[in-house]
């Protein structure tokens, strides 16, 4: 339990002193939400009907723009060699630095995701169910984006692939994302949809990491 | 890489790895340190293979490679702080790995002001730490000046005084009393005339 807390508060100070990752994840977020309006218009009506759909799918690809450098550093400057060769087994490792990736870009996203859906005029009723949804979402985000970044570990134009790679598998997660938005704004219950979303993360936290260490163990060899 | 290689190392033991570059030094540290899995043959400890419990070996080893796998951003105590915390040992021991490297006075400063010998210095610093039983040091010499070398040289030998072993891949003869040498240039494969 040492290793794992050592490990999120290394990733979560090196996040802090060099800062400047986090921070490009909102502003892109933010920057990518605002264009909407200039390009389909300033009407009311339709910047609400596409609210939540722009906010999470905006809020996805913002969280793939930090994946690249979820082990990508420490794999260059032989960090990660060190990391695995520590007692705490390479799967409790990753899920500490899902867990840091998360507590640094995910959570920024949820925090900004209330303010920009206002920009995009959502109605009063799904503000609630999109800010728990983006809670129970974002981790998943995270987790599978880990799978992607340990298997496009070393490639040529890593990030490309690693968009191919994870988006795809990003899918579920959106739709359910939107749907408890859209429900709640029509007046349905939203409880199945973050049920699911729910039952997305509890399916991730155990096997995401287990198929990124399988991915990263032939990196180190 | 090689076959028909067959050592062991005995409590206070010493092997030096030589032999010309590409002939499998570091392919061989890094097998003895788990991290690639032997094509053949077999790696134990005490008797018991080591592929039974990966976490437990990896617990007893140092490795250090050709990279410090330092931090930018991180001082020097963060940083064996952090490598203390990481393989679950006290943090007691950083205090005298920062005086045995002499790193003492750089303690406070991010990594990324240092030189190439000071982190390098730091690199190693890193084995006293943590303390295990198995070093694994692969051309640990670089860029080190001669103060560093004695310094190096002494931390070796108290480990060995202890009981603790060391596998060394190196180009310079160092003073390594009774020490085994293991010159892989002799266990390459013999390739079939094709």
Known sequence: ?221 | MFERLDFELAPGGALVLTGPNGSGKSSLLRLMAGLTPPHLGALSWDGMAVAEDPAAHRARLHLVGHQDALKPVLTVAETLGFSAALRETSPDHVPTALRRFHLAELAELPCRVLSAGQRRRLALARILASPAPLWLLDEPTTGLDDASMVDLLAAIADHRARGGMLAIATHLPLPLPAAGTLSLGDFAPRRSPS
């Open chain 1, 1 to 221: 339990m040492t290793a794992f807390r050592a490990l999120v508060m290394r990733d979560l100070r090196l996040a802090l002193r060099q800062g400047s990752d986090a921070a490009l994840v909102v502003a892109f977020f933010v920057l990518a939400v605002v264009l909407f309006p200039f390009g389909v218009g300033p009407e009311p009506q339709l910047l609400a009907r596409i609210a939540a759909g722009i906010v999470w799918v905006t809020a996805l690809l913002a969280a793939l723009l930090s994946l690249d450098r979820l082990f990508e550093q420490d794999y260059e400057d032989g960090s990660l060699e060190v990391i695995a060769l520590a007692p705490l087994p390479l799967e409790a490792a990753i899920l500490a630095k899902c867990l840091a990736h998360w507590l640094t870009t995910g959570l920024p996203l949820v925090v900004v995701a209330p303010a920009l859906a206002g920009l995009m005029q959502l109605e009063a009723p799904g503000y609630l169910p999109l800010v728990v949804a983006m809670a129970l979402g974002t981790p998943s985000l995270s987790l599978v984006g880990a799978v992607g970044a340990a298997l496009s570990l070393g490639a040529r134009r890593a990030g490309v692939l690693l968009s191919l790679l994870v988006l795809p598998l990003y899918i579920p997660v959106l739709i359910f994302g939107v749907a408890a938005v859209e429900q709640a704004v029509a007046g349905f219950a939203t409880r199945p949809y973050l049920l699911i979303l729910t039952a997305f993360v509890l399916a991730a936290l155990p096997l995401a990491p287990w198929a990124a260490a399988a991915a990263l163990r032939p990196a180190l060899e």
